[in-house]
C-alpha cells in the first residue's frame, strides 16, 4: 500500500476507501487521463479541480464503471472492483451524480429517489420501506414540497437536491459529486455546501468535482488537480491554489 | 392504484365471464378475436410500455406459441396443454437467445433488428418438414368457442395481474428506470440486462400462449399467418393508444380499436382500412399519450389537454 500524498494533512493515519493506482484512459490515441494515482480515506472530502478537458468527468466514469480505463487499477475498501458492472460498484457503495443531471423525467420525485432506495447499497425490497426512507432523503435535501412533483417539472436547483436525495437514498460509502454547483446562484451554491458538509457528518466519503473554487476552498480536506490528464498537484487546498503550477494550468503562464 | 379501477375491473371480469351464454356466433368471434388482441397488446406493454422497449418481434414469439401448439397436435397428436407448453418453451428459449444480443441495442436499432426476426423466423419455419414447410399445418377440428373463450379471457386476466404486480413492485420500478434513462438506472444499482431479459421472457410467454389458443380455435396455421408482421403492428398500435406503462390503458385501447375496426369493416369493408388509419392518425394528434393519459388530462385541464398536445407537436 503506498503512502498519500506528504502534503495529505492528517490523512496518514486514516485508511483509503478508493485506491487508483496508474489510472490511464485512452480514446483511440487521444490520452484523456494519464497514469493517475490517488487515495481517498474514509470520511474525507476531496476535492477534484482541473481546467476544461482535464480529464476529471473520466475519472468519475472509470470509478463508477461507466468506462473502463485502458490500464491501471481502482481498488474499493481493498478489493480491486475493475472487473464490476456499474450496478455492482453501487451495490458495493459508490454512487455517483451526473455532470448533466440525469433524473428519470417522467418519474415523480418521490419515485425517482425510491429507486435510489430499491437497489442501491440498502437493496430494501419491500416497496413500502424504500417509500418512506425515500420520503427521509427528501426532507433531507429540502424537496418535501415537491415531492409528487414530475421530475422533468423542477427547475435547477430542486433538480439539484433531487440529484442529492437519489444518491442519498443509495446508501453510498463513496459519493462522487461532478459539477453539482453548475449554474447556481450564490444562494444556492451554500446552501449545497451546507448540504454535502451535512453528508458527510453522516460518514460518506465524498469526491467534489468542481469549479466553484469558494466552494472547493471551503468543502475540501485535500484537493488533487488535473491537467491535461495528469495529476499535477495534490494536497492541503490553500496551498494547492497557491502552487504555481495549478495557476498557470487555470490562467496561463505570467509574463516575465 | 386506487381500490375503485380495481373493483370496476373484477366486476367487468365477472361479467364477461357469461357472455357465452348471451352472445351470438358471430359476436363470440369477434369477442376472442379481441381478448387475444389484448392479451398481445398488454404482453407488448410489458417491454415496450413499461422498459421502454418497442418491440416489432414480438410476432415471434406469438408464431412460435402457434407452431407449439400445431406441431405437438398436428404431428405427435399431443393434447392441447401439452401444445401450449411446447409453445411457451420455444418462445421462452427463443426470447432467451435473442434477448441477450439484442437487448444490448438501444431506441431505433431495437426496433429495427426486432423487425427482422419475424421474416427470418417465417422463412426458417417455412423450412422445416416437422412444421408442414411452407404449406401449414391442420389441426384436430373442434367446435368449442365457449372454451376457447373463457381461455381467452382468462390468460387476459392473468396477464394482466401480472402487468399490475410490475405496475407495483421493485421489479416494475426498475424496468421503468430503464425506459426513463438506462445508464442513470445501471449506475443507481440495477442490474439492467436480467431486468430487461425477464421482461422479454414475460413478455414472451403470454404472447405465446395467445398465440396457441389462436393455432387451435383456427385449426390450421401456416408460416404467413403465424409469423404476419402487421400482427406486431396492431399490438403496438393498440398498447400506444391506450397508454403504454399503464395497466388498463392497452386494454382498454385494444377493445376501442377491436370495435371500431370490427363496425367498420361490416358496415362499409371497402374503406375500413383507411377509416381506421384515420383513427390512428387522429389518436396521435390529440392524444399522443395514449386513452389512460388523456383522461387524466381532460380532467385537469378540458378541451385545453388537446390543444396542448397539438402545441406540442407543432401541427
Known sequence: ?256 | MRPLPLAIAAVVVVLLVFVPWLASDVMMQFAIDALLLAVLAQAWNILGGFTGYVSFGNSVFYGLGTYGAAIAMAQFHLPFWVGILLGIVLAVLCALLIGIPILRLRGPYFAIATLGLAAAMGAIVSNLPIAGSNIGLVLPLIRADTMFYELSLGLLVLCTLTVLWVSKSRFGMGLVAIREDEDAAGTMGINTTVFKIVALVLSALFTAVAGSIHAYWISFIDPASAFDPTLNVRMVIMAVFGGPGTVFGPLVGSFILSAIYEYLASSISTAAALLFGIVIVLAVIFMPRGLANMIGGVRARGPRYFLQNIRENRL
Not at chain 1, 17 to 28: D, M, N, P, W
Not at chain 1, 88 to 110: D, E
Not at chain 1, 123 to 136: D, N, Q, Y
Open chain 1, 1 to 256: 500500500m503506498s503512502a498519500p500524498g506528504e502534503n495529505a494533512a492528517g490523512a496518514t493515519t486514516r485508511i483509503p476507501i478508493l485506491q487508483a493506482e496508474g489510472i490511464t484512459k485512452r480514446f483511440s490515441g487521444l490520452v484523456s487521463v494519464n497514469r493517475v494515482s490517488f487515495e481517498m480515506y474514509e470520511n474525507e472530502i476531496l476535492g477534484l479541480i482541473g481546467p476544461n478537458g482535464a480529464g476529471k468527468t473520466t475519472l468519475v466514469n472509470m470509478i463508477s464503471g461507466t468506462l473502463k480505463p485502458s490500464d491501471g487499477e481502482l481498488r474499493f475498501e481493498g478489493q480491486p472492483i475493475d472487473a464490476l458492472p456499474p450496478y455492482q460498484r453501487a451495490h458495493l457503495g459508490i454512487c455517483r451524480t451526473f455532470q448533466v443531471m440525469k433524473p428519470f423525467p417522467g418519474m415523480s420525485v418521490l419515485e425517482n429517489v425510491t429507486v435510489g432506495a430499491l437497489f442501491g447499497r440498502g437493496g430494501e425490497k419491500v416497496m413500502a420501506k424504500a417509500r418512506r426512507s425515500a420520503r427521509e432523503w427528501i426532507d433531507f435535501t429540502g424537496l418535501s414540497h415537491r415531492v409528487d412533483a414530475r421530475a422533468d417539472s423542477l427547475g435547477g436547483p430542486d433538480r439539484k437536491r433531487l440529484e442529492f436525495a437519489k444518491a442519498l437514498a443509495m446508501e453510498p460509502k463513496l459519493l462522487l459529486l461532478d459539477e453539482v454547483m453548475a449554474g447556481l446562484n450564490a444562494v444556492e451554491v451554500e446552501e449545497v455546501i451546507e448540504l454535502i458538509k451535512k453528508m458527510r457528518e453522516r460518514g460518506v466519503t465524498i469526491l467534489v468535482i468542481e469549479h466553484v473554487i469558494k466552494a472547493i476552498r471551503s468543502l475540501s480536506d485535500r484537493v488533487l488537480v488535473l491537467h491535461h490528464g495528469e495529476k499535477i498537484a495534490e494536497g492541503d487546498p490553500a496551498a494547492v491554489l497557491e502552487d504555481p503550477r495549478v495557476v498557470e494550468a487555470y490562467l496561463g503562464r505570467r509574463r516575465q
